[in-house]
């Protein structure tokens, strides 16, 4: 089945610093990739739409310089947040869209996501 | 707008009495419809789909689901729960107009007690 690996699971790191995360798809090739944020005990809040050779679609009131989103091939997309402050502590979760020529009754592929601590 | 509810944050269970956890919809058209199950620190596992034909679907460990189209529900069901069920659970749609967008309820903690 479709694999989505998603590195590093847990990141610690001091107020100030730039952190990246990488989603690779494993075993097939993601045109589409979505960054998901999720807070304690509530739903995905979708961030953005990660299309490779594009730029990334940000839904409203996500800060565009502050997640920056790079899709540079067919199987990787980076989510980086810049300048990291103690209000980007969250958990980061990336998943895979259907891929060319899937059907589109094929369910989404996540990866584990990521464990963000700001200090 | 588009929507899907989730109406119990939280559902409580004794191991061996059956289950569900209960989603409703207001997206346009026919959606396709998922259930996705989360454990602490993990990212999302897919359980199961409705596509079209039979309203109840079978999934992944013993799960099944039943959609009704005219309450614009679907419902996830397990006859006999198991304390390894205790997780996180999501009801997702995926809207006809648009395959890469899906909407998620706002996620159901069910806890199985032995």
């Known amino acids: 089945g479709a694999v989505v690996s998603q590195h590093p699971s847990w990141v610690i790191c001091k107020s100030g610093t730039s952190v990246k995360i990488e989603c690779r798809s494993l075993d097939f090739q993601a045109t589409t990739m979505f960054w998901y944020r999720q807070f304690p005990k509530q739903s995905l809040m979708l961030m953005a739409t990660?299309?490779?050779?594009?730029?990334?679609?940000?839904e409203q009131g996500v800060e565009k310089d502050k997640f920056l989103i790079n899709h540079a091939s067919l199987t990787l997309s980076t989510l980086t947040v810049t300048s990291a402050h103690p209000e980007d502590s969250s958990f980061y979760i990336c998943?895979?869209?259907?891929?060319?020529?899937?059907?589109?009754?094929?369910?989404?592929?996540f990866g584990d996501g990521t464990r963000l601590s700001i200090l | 707008a588009q929507s899907v509810a989730q109406p119990e944050d939280q559902v409580n269970v004794a191991e061996g009495n059956p289950l569900t956890v209960k989603c409703t919809y207001s997206?346009?058209?026919?959606?396709?419809l998922f259930w996705y199950v989360q454990y602490p620190n993990r990212g999302l596992q897919f359980l199961l789909k409705?596509?079209?034909?039979?309203?109840l679907v079978k999934g992944s460990y013993g799960f099944e689901a039943e959609f009704n189209k005219s309450q614009t529900s679907f419902h996830l069901k397990k006859p006999s729960a198991l304390v390894s069920d205790s997780a996180l659970y999501f009801c997702?749609?995926?809207?006809?107009?648009?395959?890469?967008?899906?909407?998620f309820g706002s996620g159901t903690k069910l806890n199985v007690k032995p």
């Open positions: 997702a749609v995926r809207p006809l107009y648009n395959f890469n967008k899906f909407y």
């Open positions: 997206v346009s058209g026919n959606p396709y």
């Open positions: 998943s895979a869209g259907l891929e060319p020529g899937q059907g589109v009754d094929q369910p989404q592929h």
């Open positions: 990660s299309n490779e050779g594009s730029k990334a679609t940000y």
């Open positions: 409705y596509i079209t034909g039979d309203n």
